[in-house]
């Protein structure tokens, strides 16, 4: 069973493309990492026509590469391959390698020909697909936040400016003389996204020295929208690293500075592609509203997925622009579901809650999943947030901690329904894993507390 790919896009590629000698397959695991291998051209119409035996226990690393035995995808297994296929659309050049080569994203099958339950891509599409089979057709867009920064002993710090060579040391949202001092960078950043066929729109310095944030352009296919962030990532490191700078979309990478996020853009369409969330009024049709009901409900038990790492929740912190609480307004960027400002038609909700760090695919499916839930039942969002929202009583409901949030989702009925318990299984075993081998290494700040102090 391929993943809808034909061999004439490899073909054509091929043609229109003499030159690329290689071609990364990338697979995208529980953790949000692309992983995979490179093979030759000669290799690429083979691929097309029988897919590409791959280990399925790629899917059920941690973080680090490291095998977790508990997802059942390693020796218990027998370490048995899977079967990888093409993604439509997804084989395109890579602009930032001197070597002339390619990149085309996979997604698993198992060996009967049916999605494997460990791949998160598949998560999304069956959230998706129990969406349209109540005739709602989600159009989604991403919103990401990133820092580029600098080796800074055994730490980081904010990049300097590529044209002056100056430090970032100070806020500046909005301020295009950061856009400038990067210049280089984002130039061929920009030029890659386009020879990529990303659709990145707008870029802005945000609020913290060295952070910034583009906008990739809305799609009308919740899996193509969470295909771009997945390709876009890897674009904004590579081109990083070839003006000598690291780009990272860890959620809170220092401590004086707020974290990055990645905001969630939906409405939904109808059959016919209109906007259900279309209205004159600011706050949205009750669709929306209810929608909204559905996302505030869910959160609790989504959090693991929207905060997936120990540093995620170092990002939540009152005034910090990260939301703490399940609140919604019009306008507002202090509540964690935002209705933007604009004409009618473009009506939508802004998921605020997820962290750069979650997996796109992951992030849209526990959005879109707590969405349906809202509108199957009907749900009312409480009440709307004016003014500031961080000033609203903390919610005891919302785990903000890891282990807390981990718990909480391994009893989610809901998620384990929507994104498949086979797959919440996979995900659960994963991040047990990250949090035991995280929390048994002694760090820098445990000699700082505790070395002569007990």
Request: aromatic share 8%; net charge negative.
């Amino acid at each position: 069973m391929s993943a809808g790919a034909t061999v004439d896009e490899a073909l054509g590629f091929l043609a229109a493309h003499p030159e690329v000698e290689a071609v990364q397959l990338l697979i995208t695991d529980p953790g949000g990492v692309a992983r995979g291998k490179s093979i030759g051209r000669e290799e690429l119409e083979a691929l097309y026509r029988r897919g590409r035996p791959v280990a399925g226990s790629i899917l059920g690393l941690d973080l680090r590469g490291e095998d977790v035995e508990e997802t059942g995808l390693v020796w218990s297994a027998g370490d048995a391959d899977q079967v990888c296929w093409p993604i439509p659309g997804t084989l395109q050049r890579i602009p930032w390698l001197e070597r002339p080569t390619a990149q085309l994203l996979m997604s698993m099958f198992d060996a009967s020909g049916q999605p494997a339950v460990a791949d998160p891509r598949h998560a999304l599409a069956r959230v998706v697909g129990q969406l349209q089979a109540d005739g709602l057709y989600p159009v989604v867009a991403l919103e990401l936040e990133f820092f580029l920064v600098e080796p800074d002993g055994p730490g980081i710090r904010p990049a300097s400016g590529l044209l002056t060579g100056e430090r970032m040391v100070r806020h500046d949202a909005y301020g295009l003389g950061k856009l400038e001092e990067m210049t280089p960078l984002f130039d061929d950043l920009y030029r890659a996204a386009a020879v990529q066929g990303l659709p990145v729109r707008t870029l802005m310095s945000e609020y913290a020295p060295g952070q910034f944030e583009v906008t990739l352009e809305h799609r009308p296919d919740a899996l193509l929208a969470a295909d771009d962030a997945i390709r876009w990532k890897r674009l904004v490191r590579g081109v990083s690293a070839r003006h000598g700078r690291v780009a990272t979309f860890m959620a809170k990478p220092f401590l004086e500075h707020a974290g990055s996020g990645m905001h969630v853009h939906i409405s939904l369409a109808d059959a016919k592609g209109h906007n259900l969330f279309a209205s004159e009024d600011p706050s949205g049709t009750p669709l929306l509203r209810q929608a909204i009901g559905g996302m505030a409900a869910a959160l609790p038990e989504s959090m693991a997925i929207f905060a997936p790492n120990a540093n995620s929740y170092r990002r939540f912190r009152r005034q910090s622009y990260a939301p703490v609480a399940a609140t919604w307004g019009v306008n507002n960027r202090s509540v964690g579901f935002r209705i933007p400002t604009g004409p009618p038609e473009s009506r939508h909700v802004e998921h605020r809650i997820c962290g750069a760090d979650a997996n796109p695919y992951l992030a849209v499916a526990a959005v879109l999943a707590g969405m349906h839930r809202g509108i199957r039942e009907r749900l009312d969002p409480g009440e709307v947030v004016t003014g500031n929202g961080y000033e609203r009583p903390a919610d005891p409901s919302l785990p903000l901690d890891w282990h807390a949030a981990l718990e909480r989702l391994a009893t989610s009925g809901l998620l384990n329904d929507s994104l498949g318990d086979g797959f919440v299984n996979v995900f659960m075993a994963i991040k047990r894993a990250e949090w035991d081998r995280f929390h048994a290494v002694p760090t820098t700040l445990d000699y700082d507390w505790y070395l002569r102090l007990t």
